[in-house]
């Protein structure tokens, strides 16, 4: 077991109890000896007292005693993006960062179609009318023919326009280079972002936080949009302006909005006081960042996390290193 016994595994998420039984059936017998310890922990805040004696992390939220915990071998964060540890930066040089690039893709995919069919569709209002009582008819509008601009087609963007295609939607997107991508129907460059703004119905992000996007949406941006389009943030709520947001919807540079994702990041992912602005802007549903999270995601998540274990122990490489962490790893 690369020299580790009992090999310490500190889990820190609030689905901690089902990456722990993911363990326990891949290592039934190393479980029981004790030749794994599994050391759990639903937030930072109910850490068990001898988490410091960790030799691998699977965690969601960030634990800012990692530079100090000398057995760690490796870690993984159950979360597609790695952005939040880039900016963190304490991540020791030895230890890679394990993730699952568009492990997010299939939820964010459905959760982003639903906001567009409510958008069109508006069954918050129908349901509202139901509360009341009131019977009342609603044209609707159809996603068939409509222009989908999906800004950054990675491996959310791509399940997203998978799905769009089902609904005869015009897909087009962004990425770094121009390459044919299944279910799309043009690509543009990333410097392109103004002209797939202007002709789309439908403005999702997609892409992860860098000093390239942060705050890309902006008042500027808005104005460009169609005034008949949506606007969906399921990715960074850094990556918008929140008052020219408020703006455009107030002032009907776009028809209405809808957002995941927000600024404050503590309690992670993100949070969004009762008091913030944003409650009582026109048009725009306001969901608690849970576009990803579907009862798969442990599921989805821990397979690598189990997988990686298995190597570990085996000596072998490990599978999904973030880019650029890890560098000073050795296999043993």
């Known amino acids: 077991m690369s020299g580790f016994n009992p090999l310490n595994i500190l889990i820190v998420q609030v689905e901690a109890d089902k990456y722990a039984d993911l363990i326990k059936e891949r290592f039934p017998e190393k479980v029981a000896n004790g030749e794994i310890r599994l050391l759990l922990a639903y937030d930072e805040l109910s850490l068990p007292d001898d988490f ?29 993006g790695v952005d939040h540890w880039e900016k963190w930066g304490q991540i020791p040089a030895r230890v890679p960062l394990i993730h699952v690039p568009g492990g997010s893709g299939i939820p964010v995919a459905e959760f982003t179609l639903g906001l567009m069919l409510n958008a069109t569709k508006q069954f918050n209002k129908i349901w509202d009318n139901q509360k009341e009582k009131k019977y009342e008819r ?43 991508i299944p279910f799309v129907d043009k690509v543009y460059l990333n410097d392109q972002l103004e002209e797939v703004l202007k002709i789309s119905d439908f403005v999702v992000l997609s892409c992860p936080e860098t000093k390239e996007t942060l705050g890309m949406m902006n008042a500027e941006r808005f104005k460009i949009m169609k005034p008949s389009a949506y606007f969906i943030n399921c990715a960074r709520g850094s990556l918008v302006i929140k008052e020219d947001l408020i703006k455009a919807l107030s002032e009907g540079w776009i028809a209405g909005a809808a957002n995941d994702t927000h600024w404050i990041k503590k309690p992670l992912p993100s949070f969004l006081p009762s008091d913030d602005e944003l409650w009582d802007a026109k048009n725009i549903f306001i969901s608690p960042h849970i576009s990803s999270w579907s009862d798969m995601y442990a599921q989805r998540f821990g397979s690598v996390f189990v997988e990686n274990i298995d190597r570990f122990i085996k000596g072998e490489p490990l599978i999904n290193v973030a880019p650029g962490f890890g560098l000073e790893y050795k296999v043993s």
């Not at 410091?52 to 870690?75: F, R, S, Y």
């Not at 509008?141 to 005869?168: C, M, N, S, V, Y």
Request: aromatic letters at 6%.
């Open 52 to 80: 410091m004696d960790a030799h691998i992390i699977g965690t969601w939220p960030l634990i800012v005693e990692i530079p100090q915990m000398k057995n760690l071998q490796w870690m993984m964060t159950f979360s597609s």
């Open 138 to 180: 609603i044209q609707c509008q159809e996603l068939h023919g409509k222009t989908l601009g999906i800004i950054g087609l990675g491996g959310i963007g791509r399940e997203i326009a998978k799905r769009a295609k089902a609904f005869d939607m015009n897909v087009i997107g962004t990425e770094i280079q121009i390459i044919d």
